[in-house]
């Protein structure tokens, strides 16, 4: 069998290949702690247990784009959440995550497509799957990974120069993998830019309700509603990511080529999201204050135990930008280039290696990530530590519930934790003391 060229340039997604590698090492016994894969732990709310078991009898095809009932659900929780004006419920689309919603847009929309640097693994796969020649444009590690707006939009001209089309952005927020969010004047600069060019903006929004602290997150549809496709999804903030429930809102004014254009994709391929998921989940999009402040009290762990590691690299002099949302950092060993030389560690992967095979670390490079190998950036996934199994992570929730307290729940009930942040320190003493 012949397979397409650009086949042979496309990897497995590199966090999901991570996920399995560390599962194959703890079933043969092998202590790793698990800084590879970004899966929230949380369990399953009991009242979407309960809905699920009432409506698994459910069995008949619905529709392509979902069931009307949800999707004016969902128009009501994009209002009351992400901060938008009235929402046409015939905007939204469902699909089986928002990966298969954001490669069954782009196999539709025309233009090449502009992703940062870094960016989270599936953008640049997915934009090649579907044809895009990409180009990427740079976040400023030296502030904090914010967008570099001279480049986004030096990028952006060239791809209109050399294809004749205006490009499609890809934004996210809160970030994969830095962990930081767009700020007000960000978004602000990138809409007028965008509006200028005529370029369409897919906004990915999925960790938009876990925000830490004082942070809120801002959509860049609020300014530039006519250009911006939302994608956002249940798998973050409930921590539903085995559901593969993902739904997208498209600007109005797209009429309904787009919305038809999605049906025709969705209809000969996965037919519709299935129908025990899709009536589930409406109860996640009714307004409840208890399924709210489980939410938050998820929110409110995710920050703790990020901030927690985070204070422990920066603390040992690793470069890292501060996390505001999502449960993720980004350290940055660039420089220490010259000591990391010495024991023949010269890109990130193969700091990713040695980190895995001498301390027991599983962490992803930011080569994956879209960065120069050479940056020796990593990335760190938090969710996972103390959380391995569904009993681990109930624990963890139950303890929080009982005391807040940030410090108390950190000594307490993260060991493993605890012992991952010993480890940066011990590799960090090795190579300094040499």
């Not at 209002?79 to 990966?99: L, M």
């Not at 965008?194 to 938009?208: C, H, P, Q, T, W």
């Not at 992570?393 to 108390?408: C, F, G, S, T």
Request: one cysteine or more; a negative charge.
């Amino acid at each position: 069998m012949k397979l397409k060229e650009h086949f042979s340039n496309i990897k497995p997604s590199a966090t999901l290949a991570m996920n399995q590698t560390v599962l194959r090492m703890w079933s043969k016994g092998k202590n790793v702690f698990h800084l590879g894969f970004g899966e929230s732990r949380f369990p399953v709310h009991p009242d979407l247990v309960h809905e699920l078991t009432v409506h698994a009898t459910k069995q008949s095809y619905l529709s392509s784009l979902g069931i009307n009932e949800l999707r004016e659900k969902i128009s009501v929780f994009f209002q009351e959440n992400y901060g938008f004006n009235v929402v046409d419920p015939d905007s939204i689309i469902i699909g089986i995550g928002s990966k298969s919603l954001l490669h069954t847009i782009l196999s539709i929309l025309d233009g090449p497509v502009l992703l940062s640097v870094p960016s989270w693994v599936s953008y640049s796969s997915i934009a090649k799957l579907t044809d895009h020649p990409v180009y990427r444009f740079y976040l400023d590690d030296k502030r904090s990974y914010e967008v570099d707006l001279d480049s986004l939009f030096d990028r952006a001209d060239q791809a209109q120069n050399d294809t004749g089309k205006p490009p499609i952005l890809i934004l996210n927020s809160p970030n994969n993998p830095t962990g930081r969010m767009l700020s007000k004047n960000e978004i602000k600069e990138i809409a007028n830019g965008a509006r200028k060019r005529n370029m369409v903006v897919l906004s990915d929004e999925i960790y938009g309700l876990i925000t830490h602290g004082d942070n809120s997150h801002d959509s860049i549809r609020t300014l530039y509603p006519e250009g911006t496709i939302v994608f956002n999804g249940i798998s973050k903030h409930l921590s539903l990511g085995g559901w593969r429930f993902g739904f997208s809102l498209v600007p109005d004014n797209a009429g309904q080529d787009l919305v038809n254009a999605c049906d025709t994709v969705i209809s000969n391929i996965w037919s519709c999201v299935p129908a025990p998921i899709q009536h589930t989940v409406m109860r996640a999009f009714q307004p409840d204050n208890e399924l709210t402040n489980y939410i938050n009290t998820c929110t409110s762990i995710h920050d703790i135990r990020t901030r927690y590691l985070y204070d422990h690299l920066t603390d040992l002099n690793i470069s890292c930008p501060e996390p505001q949302g999502a449960f993720y950092l980004y350290p940055n060993l660039g420089d220490k280039k010259q000591i990391l030389g010495k024991i023949n560690i010269t890109t990130d992967i193969e700091l990713a290696e040695f980190l895995l095979e001498k301390y027991e670390l599983a962490t992803l490079p930011g080569e994956a990530f879209g960065d120069n190998a050479e940056n020796l950036s990593l990335r760190l996934a938090t969710s996972y530590l103390d959380m391995e199994d569904d009993t681990k992570a109930e624990a963890i929730l139950r303890a929080y519930q009982k005391d807040p307290i940030a410090v108390n729940f950190i000594r307490k009930h993260h060991p493993r934790t605890q012992e991952a942040a010993n480890r940066f320190g011990h590799f960090m003493n090795d190579i300094v003391s040499g």
